[in-house]
Nanobody, 122 residues
Framework: QVQLAESGGGLVQAGGSLRLSCAAS????????MGWFRQGPGTEREFVAA????????DYADSVMGRFTISRDNAKNTVDLQMDSLDLEEAAVYFC???????????????WGQGTQVTVSS
């Protein structure tokens, strides 16, 4: 069992940056691949980025490639998402999730946090 808690959301101007963090409970954190997803109003939850348990394998959605960076610290049981050059359309609730592989499919992640709101203003 893994419990996840996101933090770092808030209000940012378009073009600005924000860093999200996800803290995980449990002693097996390093065994899990970790993903970030987001869900805007009236939209489906979509994949943003994921990282393998050892941090070697990383994947990004095409829309965030080059602007977002996912990282993890297994000693601290945390996974972060650095978001730069944020666009208005990227306002959403951002969720972290734990699963067994780096994959874009949300059904492959077993554990989810409650989400953190990111608001982007013009």
């Amino acid at each position: 069992q893994v419990q996840l808690a996101e933090s770092g959301g808030g209000l940012v101007q378009a073009g600005g940056s924000l860093r999200l963090s996800c803290a995980a409970s449990g002693r097996t954190f390093s065994k899990y691949a970790m993903g970030w997803f987001r869900q805007g109003p009236g939209t489906e939850r979509e994949f943003v980025a994921a990282i393998s348990g050892n941090g070697v394998i990383i994947d990004y959605a095409d829309s965030v490639m080059g602007r977002f960076t996912i990282s993890r610290d297994n000693a601290k049981n945390t996974v972060d998402l650095q978001m730069d050059s944020l666009d208005l359309e990227e306002a959403a609730v951002y969720f972290c999730a734990a699963g067994w592989a780096v994959t874009i499919g949300r059904e492959m992640y077993d554990y989810w946090g409650q989400g953190t709101q990111v608001t982007v203003s013009s």
